[in-house]
C-alpha cells in the first residue's frame, strides 16, 4: 500500500462518523510542517499568517511551539477580534480604511498594545487620525517596502503591486512622516517577496519555465538582501529602537532568514501545504489540510459525480487555482465542466472503484481559504478525530 493510499484509509476510517463534505488537518502533518518551518528559519522567529490558518485553536497550536511568535492578520477588525482573544503580538499585513475599527483600537490601551498597521502613505495616518473620535492611544504603526524587482529603469517589473515604497529614501521619508506626528510610532518594517516565497520553482513538465524562473528569484533575492539591508538602515537612523524586520513566506522562509537585517520570517501556507505549494526545490511539505465530498451519482463507466467542490482560490483564474481531487489517486475532472458549484463529475478508471456514499478526498489550490467553506475542521491523529474545532467561519467571523 502506498503512503497515499494508507493516508485515504486512515481518513476514511477517523471520519466514518460523519457525513461528508467534510474538513480536516492531519495533525501529525501539520506539526511535521510547523517543525520544518522552525529548522529552515534558523533561530529567527517565524510570525504567523493567520489567513493561511483561519482556525484559532490551530492558530494557539503552533504559536505554542517554540520557534514561533506572533500574528500576522488580514484585516483591521480580525486582528482586534484576536487580541480581544488574547493574542498579545498582531501585525496587521495590510493598510486599513476601517474607521470604526481605528476607533476601537485608539480608544483601548490594550488593543492599541497589541496590534501593529500597516501604512506605505502618509493618507492613510490622516485617515487613522480621522477616525479616532476621541481615542488618543498611540498608534503602533510598520512601515511597508515593496519588494518587487525593476528591470531596464523600471519598465520591466517582477512582483506583486503592494507599496508604493520602493526605494531607501522613500520609505526613510515616510518614517520622518510618522516620528513627526503626535499619537503615533514606528515599531517595524515589512518586505514580503511574493514573487520568491509563493511562486513555485519547479512545475512539472515545463524544464524551461522552471529554469527561468530559478535565475529571475536569484536575482531577485540578490537586489533585495541589498536593498532591504539599506532600507532598514535608513529607518533606524529615524527610529533607532525599530522592534522588528518582518520578511519572506513559506517559500523563502531559509533565504529570507539569511538576511543580517531580517528579524523575523512570516509564513502560514506551509502548515498546511495546499497544492501550490508542491511545486518547490527548496522544501517539501506534507498535505495537512483536505476536504472530502462524497460520491452521490455513477453516471458511467469511469465516472463518478460528488457533491458540491467548486471551491476556486483567489489570485489570476486558472487551473492551478483550483482544488485537485488528491484520494483516492487517478483521478481527475472532466475538462468539459470542471469542479462544480453543487456537483463535480471525477473521471478514470479508479472511478469504478467508488460506491455511492463513498468519499473523494481534495487538496485545496490555496490555505486559509478552504475554511471559509466549512464551519469545522476535524483535527485526525492516526485513524481518529480527537477534536474538532471551528473555523473562522464557524465562529461567525467572515472578515474578507
Keep these: 500500500m502506498t503512503a497515499r493510499a494508507s493516508d485515504r ?30 529548522r529552515r528559519a534558523a533561530g529567527k522567529p517565524i510570525r504567523v499568517a493567520s489567513k493561511s490558518v483561519r482556525c484559532r485553536a490551530l492558530l494557539e497550536r503552533v504559536l505554542s511551539r517554540d520557534g514561533f511568535a ?16 488574547g493574542f498579545d503580538d498582531v501585525l496587521l499585513a495590510y493598510p486599513s480604511a476601517d474607521r470604526a475599527s481605528f476607533a476601537e483600537l485608539t480608544a483601548d490601551p490594550k488593543l492599541a498594545a497589541a496590534v501593529t498597521v500597516m501604512v506605505d502613505d502618509p493618507a492613510q495616518l490622516r485617515l487613522i487620525d480621522d477616525a479616532r473620535d ?36 522613500q520609505v526613510a521619508e515616510l518614517a520622518r512622516a510618522v516620528a513627526r506626528r503626535p499619537g503615533f510610532r514606528l515599531v517595524g518594517i515589512m518586505a514580503y517577496e511574493g514573487h ?6 519547479l512545475l512539472a513538465g515545463r524544464p524551461v519555465r522552471s529554469r527561468a524562473i530559478r535565475l529571475m528569484q536569484s536575482a531577485a533575492r540578490r537586489e533585495l538582501a541589498v ?24 517559500g523563502s522562509v531559509q533565504h529570507t532568514a539569511a538576511e543580517d537585517a531580517v528579524t523575523e520570517i512570516a509564513a502560514g501556507s506551509g502548515l498546511y501545504v495546499p497544492r501550490l505549494f508542491d511545486n518547490y526545490t527548496s522544501f517539501t511539505g506534507r498535505p495537512a489540510a483536505l476536504f472530502a465530498q462524497p460520491v452521490v451519482r455513477r453516471p458511467g463507466v469511469g465516472v463518478v459525480t460528488v457533491l ?45 472503484d467508488l460506491l455511492i456514499g ?43
Design 9 to 38: 484509509t486512515r481518513y476514511d476510517r477517523a471520519t466514518a462518523h460523519l457525513d461528508a463534505p467534510v474538513a480536516i488537518v492531519d495533525l501529525e502533518a501539520f506539526d511535521a510542517n510547523a517543525a520544518d518551518l522552525v
Design 227 to 250: 536593498r532591504r539591508a539599506e532600507v532598514v538602515r535608513a529607518v533606524r537612523a529615524v527610529a533607532p529602537d525599530l522592534e522588528f524586520v518582518n520578511g519572506g513566506g513559506t
Design 308 to 352: 458540491g467542490g467548486g471551491y476556486p482560490a483567489s489570485g489570476a483564474a486558472g487551473a492551478d487555482r483550483l482544488p485537485v481531487p488528491y484520494l483516492p489517486e487517478g483521478l481527475a475532472y472532466d475538462p468539459q465542466e470542471g469542479p462544480g458549484e453543487v456537483q463535480t463529475p471525477l473521471l478514470g478508471s479508479v472511478a469504478d
Design 134 to 169: 476621541g481615542g488618543g492611544e498611540e498608534v503602533r504603526v510598520c512601515l511597508e517596502l515593496d519588494t518587487a524587482l525593476k528591470l531596464l529603469g523600471g519598465r520591466v517589473r517582477v512582483g506583486a503591486r503592494r507599496s508604493p515604497l520602493h526605494s531607501p529614501a
Design 358 to 400: 463513498d468519499r473523494v478526498w481534495f487538496r485545496h489550490a490555496k490555505a486559509g481559504e478552504l475554511c471559509e467553506r466549512f464551519d469545522a475542521l476535524h483535527l485526525v491523529e492516526g485513524e481518529r478525530v480527537t477534536a474538532t474545532v471551528p473555523t473562522y467561519r464557524g465562529e461567525g467571523r467572515t472578515f474578507l
Design 196 to 201: 520568491v516565497a509563493g511562486v513555485g520553482d
Design 70 to 85: 506572533g500574528i500576522m492578520s488580514f484585516t483591521l477588525a480580525e486582528s482586534l477580534w484576536l487580541a480581544r482573544s
